[in-house]
């Protein structure tokens, strides 16, 4: 059972991997979109857009709800939010910490001048 929920969890973050994955995330987390409109939002091309989106509804964190002749895509689980959240929360801290050592050096640095 442990080596399943290891394989998901490998594949899952696997598919958050890149870059217009994760943007594709975050603007579906606003609300439902069709391919045009994400591409329009975005700003890449709509082929690029459903490859990502592909990926995406391989491994259940987006579905496809047909309308028509149209496919709105919506996030199968919200609390996708919540983990896009806590890593921009983790990326907002390494920055913390960084500027945190480059003013520590800087300061090294001044002294060593003085």
Known sequence: MNREIQQFKAGFFHALSHPLRIRILEELSKGELGVNEIQSVIGSKGSTIS????????????????????????????????????????????????????????????????
């Open 51 to 114: 490859q990502q989106i592909l990926v995406l509804r391989n491994k259940n964190i987006v579905v496809g709800t047909k309308n028509g002749n149209r496919v709105i895509y919506s996030l199968r689980d919200p609390l996708i939010i919540h983990l896009l959240s806590i890593a921009k929360d983790m990326f907002n801290n390494h920055l913390v910490d960084t500027i945190n050592i480059l003013d520590k050096f800087k300061d090294n640095e001044e002294q060593d001048f003085q």
